[in-house]
């Protein structure tokens, strides 16, 4: 796939937004994840998803889920 930045803003509404959500989020998955294209990607995702939402019954934040994802592979 590829690298990601974020702009500098001092604005929090920008620093909170969608697109440097994503950013931070792709960066905090592993060279593994990140090194697949997007047909694997998807389908590895999707079935972790799947079986991680099976066993959990609450609210889960993504910031667990990155966790559990990181150190599943």
Do not use: C
């Not at 593994?32 to 939402?53: D, E, G, M, N, V």
């Amino acid at each position: 796939m590829g690298n990601y930045y974020i702009n500098e803003s001092r604005l929090s509404l920008k620093l909170n937004s969608f697109a440097n959500f994503g950013t931070r989020l792709w960066k905090s998955l592993r060279p593994y994840w990140r090194a697949l294209t997007k047909r694997p990607f998807k389908k590895r995702i999707r079935k972790f998803l799947l079986q991680y939402s099976m066993f959990e019954n609450v609210y889960v934040d993504v910031y667990s889920v990155i966790t559990k994802l990181n150190n599943h592979y």
